[in-house]
């Protein structure tokens, strides 16, 4: 029973127009659906991907834009990581962000890969990962030629205080692995656990970086909100639940989101996990040629759809 790689991340933005133009068109990730946040319905829920929004390709971001800036800390998902297909693409990309005006790291070989960090308007931390490993991942071509783009999540990074209480309930509930660590590259004085969901790439990966120096962090803009993992579909997602319960993890239980099924639990350092499944996807009410073009509400939202577009803001793209 394994968990199959990451599914999504998502985010906190205050600046929806920016955050779409550098998602889109300096990163060239496809805005595969515009909705809302169903816990908020006042405020838009976008989706960045791949061409069909495949499950493990997506950064996703809520339109919060009185949200404070995040500050950085630990007890938080404090880098998100996108892969390219090689050492190559990681050079060409450091020439485009400096061209674009964006500060971005030295090259660094980080647990075998060639490692670019850089962070969007907001100062969200990211990096890009050269990562050849096979996927279902289908580029979109649209500002960026194909064997450049970017290929889906890689590693994501959490910061926590110490690594044993996270660990256990990676490698004793979710059925992970450590399999390296490395030195932190923020402070050589620490370390970084690389735990494993499944045999793959870095879009398998967790990376916990243990800071016991920093204060927590503050949620806000520029900072992520959640991290999820795949599962095939709806029977293995009632296992997983099932599962979780079994060990006393206190979760959500089932929440429909349309396009994925979802629950959410927190790990013990406080970070909130989702695990979430791979069907139905984002074709599901719109076409997939035109996915993202207008704002997609799941059934249970449409009767509401006057007043929720009286209360959203219009967003010209």
Same mark, same amino acid.
């Given at each position: 029973? $394994?968990? #199959?790689?990451?599914?999504?991340?998502?985010?906190?933005?205050?600046?929806?127009?920016?955050?779409?133009?550098?998602?889109?068109?300096?990163? +060239?990730?496809?805005?595969?659906?515009?909705?809302? /946040?169903?816990?908020?319905?006042?405020?838009?829920?976008?989706?960045?991907?791949?061409?069909?929004?495949?499950?493990?390709?997506?950064?996703?971001?809520?339109? *919060?834009?009185?949200?404070?800036? &995040?500050?950085?800390?630990?007890?938080?998902?404090?880098?998100?990581?996108?892969?390219?297909?090689?050492n190559e693409s990681i050079a060409w990309w450091q020439e485009r962000l400096h061209n674009a005006g964006i500060t971005t790291?030295?090259? &660094?070989?980080?647990? /075998?890969?060639?490692?670019?960090?850089f962070a969007d308007l907001e100062g969200q931390r990211l990096?890009?990962?050269?990562?050849?490993?096979?996927?279902?991942?289908?580029? *979109?071509?649209?500002?960026?030629?194909? &064997?450049?783009?970017?290929?889906?999540?890689?590693?994501?990074?959490?910061?926590?205080?110490?690594?044993?209480?996270?660990?256990?309930?990676?490698?004793?509930?979710?059925?992970?692995?450590?399999?390296?660590?490395?030195?932190?590259?923020? /402070?050589?004085?620490?370390?970084?656990?690389?735990?494993?969901?499944?045999?793959?790439?870095? $879009?398998? &990966?967790?990376? #916990?970086?243990?800071?016991?120096?920093?204060?927590?962090?503050?949620?806000?803009? +520029?900072?992520?909100?959640?991290?999820?993992?795949?599962?095939? $579909?709806?029977?293995?997602?009632?296992? *997983?639940?099932?599962? #979780?319960?079994?060990?006393?993890?206190?979760?959500?239980?089932?929440?429909?989101?349309?396009?994925?099924?979802?629950?959410?639990?927190?790990?013990?350092?406080?970070?909130?996990?989702?695990?979430?499944?791979?069907?139905?996807?984002?074709?599901?009410?719109?076409?997939?040629?035109?996915?993202?073009?207008?704002?997609? #509400?799941?059934?249970?939202?449409?009767?509401?759809?006057?007043?929720?577009?009286?209360?959203?803001?219009?967003?010209?793209?």
């Open positions: 029973m $394994n968990l #199959l790689g990451l599914h999504h991340i998502s985010g906190i933005t205050g600046k929806i127009e920016q955050n779409h133009v550098f998602y889109t068109q300096t990163l +060239g990730m496809r805005l595969v659906k515009k909705t809302v /946040n169903q816990d908020d319905v006042r405020a838009y829920h976008l989706f960045y991907a791949d061409q069909r929004g495949s499950p493990g390709s997506d950064v996703t971001f809520f339109d *919060w834009a009185h949200a404070a800036p &995040e500050r950085f800390g630990s007890h938080s998902i404090s880098r998100t990581g996108l892969r390219v297909a090689s790291s030295s090259l &660094e070989v980080r647990h /075998n890969r060639l490692t670019l960090d990096s890009l990962i050269a990562d050849s490993s096979e996927d279902n991942i289908l580029p *979109w071509t649209a500002h960026i030629p194909a &064997e450049y783009s970017i290929r889906g999540l890689g590693a994501v990074t959490l910061t926590i205080p110490q690594l044993r209480p996270t660990a256990e309930v990676l490698s004793k509930v979710l059925n992970m692995q450590q399999i390296a660590e490395y030195p932190s590259p923020n /402070n050589s004085k620490y370390g970084v656990a690389v735990f494993q969901m499944t045999q793959g790439g870095s $879009n398998t &990966e967790l990376h #916990l970086e243990i800071r016991p120096d920093l204060a927590p962090a503050r949620s806000g803009a +520029g900072g992520m909100h959640h991290v999820a993992f795949r599962v095939a $579909n709806a029977t293995s997602h009632a296992a *997983w639940l099932e599962h #979780l319960s079994a060990f006393g993890i206190r979760h959500s239980g089932l929440i429909d989101r349309f396009y994925f099924k979802a629950a959410y639990f927190r790990e013990p350092n406080g970070i909130l996990f989702e695990i979430s499944t791979d069907d139905p996807g984002f074709a599901t009410d719109e076409s997939a040629e035109t996915l993202g073009q207008r704002l997609a #509400l799941p059934p249970f939202l449409e009767p509401k759809r006057a007043d929720i577009e009286k209360h959203l803001k219009p967003l010209e793209f």
